[in-house]
């Protein structure tokens, strides 16, 4: 099928919250180390949003950022695609909060979730309406507040989580730039691994939580340590084979931030340097769907990438979910 329209970003935006939680203010709250935290994660601290401050805030801060950066102004935005594990409210979804508060007033909106994979979701999806000719700028923004569903007396999870918000604005570019590639795909089997109930849950669930509480992150690590690493990698060259060109024609790789080893071992299976996989966790922890928007921000304001450069986004998350996409940097 002839699509008449290449997609690609054309800006970018982030905020994290101010608050520093550090891997020593951590070692008061439950029994661990920094020592542990640093060497099985690489995590040294995270960002914790205020309990006054609405997610909506963080996330309308990243997407105010990211259509200043377009050039373009939130009058011109088609359709704001939030992604998100923790809306401030189910209704109204975290999309419709953004459009109000950024003044989108003519953007279709809706909430995503596809765990921490939501960003690449979202891009995937959103590329069909600039591709397609339906929408010239869609905004996506991935904003999350995980340590309100982190439970601070379980040190096997909250070490692992910070709070974030990362946007970018999707819109039409040059050809030979843009999302060439894109896979996305889910293992809802083995979704058991990593569980946040909402209205129900079964007793089985509930009883692995510290005093059965409800609405707060389970996970077995292991079995989402094993997963990922695997599916980081095979996500990678499934792209690269798509597009028929190699890893060694990568810039960098930008990951989901879940865990320094993590990221490590997909790059031993890649057989790429670590200097190609851009990494942040040490100072935002996993910020599951914000986390590789706000990598991108960064690496663009650093100056670091350049119109022409390839990259890889991959990710996973609860679900199971993954995805990965390639991506020739535009502005
Ligand atoms: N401090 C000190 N000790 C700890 C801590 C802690 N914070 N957490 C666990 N331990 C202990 C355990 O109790 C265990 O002790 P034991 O041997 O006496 O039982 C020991 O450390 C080893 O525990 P493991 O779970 O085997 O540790 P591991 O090296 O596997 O690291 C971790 C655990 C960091 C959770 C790792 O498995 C991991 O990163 N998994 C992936 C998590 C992830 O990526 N999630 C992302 C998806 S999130 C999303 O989509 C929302």
Known sequence: ???????????????????????????????????????????????????????????????????????????????????????????????????????????????????????????????????????????????EALSRIVDFTDRRTCVLFGDGAGAVVLGRVDDGTGISSAILGACGEDGSVLTIPCFYATEEDLALRNEGKKQVIWMDGSEVFTFASKIMSESTKNVLDDSGISINDIKYIFPHQANMRILQNAAKRLDVPMDKVYTNLEYTGNISSASVPVCLDEAAKKGLLKKGDKLILVAFGGGLTYGAALLTWSK
């Open 1 to 143: 099928m002839i699509k008449p329209f290449k997609a690609g970003i054309t800006g970018t935006g982030s905020m994290l919250p101010d608050k520093k939680l550090t891997n020593f203010q951590l070692e008061s709250i439950v029994e661990t180390s920094d020592e542990w935290i640093v060497k099985r994660t690489g995590i040294r601290e995270r960002r914790i949003i205020d309990d006054s401050m609405p997610l909506a805030e963080l996330a309308a801060g990243a997407s105010n950022r990211a259509i200043a950066d377009a050039g373009i102004a939130a009058d011109d935005i088609d359709l704001i695609i939030a992604t998100t594990i923790t809306p401030d409210y189910l209704s109204p979804s975290l999309a419709c909060q953004v459009q109000k508060l950024i003044g989108a007033g003519k953007a279709a909106a809706f909430d995503m979730n596809a765990a921490c994979t939501g960003f690449i979701y979202a891009l995937q999806i959103s590329r069909q309406f600039i591709e397609n000719g339906t929408y010239k700028n869609i905004l996506i923004v991935s904003a």
